[in-house]
């Protein structure tokens, strides 16, 4: 079994997502709003939250990092998550997020986003992540540009038109070579 660190931040802790998270998970992946611009764009029922869930804990076993839990130091509440996906099919290693609604615009995406970084960077080493952001969903343009990611290009992904961002590490120059 794949030991999930646990990461904090001054207001979050990033933590694997268990069973205890599984009724917001569920709530979070119904609400027409945090679904808006992921997958098909559709809410899951909990038969397929649960599934989100175990592919999104899957991937800390197969490829060494994942999503974390987001919490909320001060009350424990989960917010909703971030981290890393690269499942079979996908052009690269990508950083995602979803926040609940009421959680939004309050900076949390980006302390988030930015810890999720600092892992891949020191601990794993990675040459460069991605995010996929869909046409239209500017909020997550204007976060990915924060965390410092350099829209490198746009496609076609699974029937969706995505802007496609690159992170490097910081001690390295952006590089079109990794393009």
């Not at 001054?10 to 997502?17: E, G, K, Y």
């Amino acid at each position: 079994m794949f030991d999930i660190p646990t990461l904090q931040t001054a207001r979050l802790r990033l933590t694997a997502l268990t069973e205890r998270h599984f009724d917001d998970y569920a709530a979070m992946l119904a609400n027409p709003e945090s679904t808006r611009w992921v997958g098909d764009g559709q809410p899951l029922d909990r038969t397929n939250a649960w599934r989100s869930l175990a592919m999104l804990l899957g991937h800390w076993q197969l490829r060494g990092c994942g999503m974390w839990a987001l919490e909320l130091k001060s009350t424990g509440e989960f917010i909703g998550r971030v981290g890393f996906m690269y499942p079979e099919g996908w052009p690269d290693l990508e950083l995602g997020w979803m926040l609940k609604p009421e959680h939004q615009h309050m900076g949390y995406a980006t302390e988030a986003g930015n810890a999720a970084l600092d892992f891949v960077w020191n601990r794993l080493h990675a040459p460069r992540v991605i995010s996929l952001v869909r046409i239209g969903n500017e909020a997550s343009d204007r976060l990915a540009e924060r965390l410092g990611g350099e829209h490198i290009e746009d496609m076609d992904f699974y029937g969706s038109h995505s802007h496609v961002f690159a992170y490097y590490p910081p001690h390295r120059e952006h590089r079109r070579a990794y393009a």
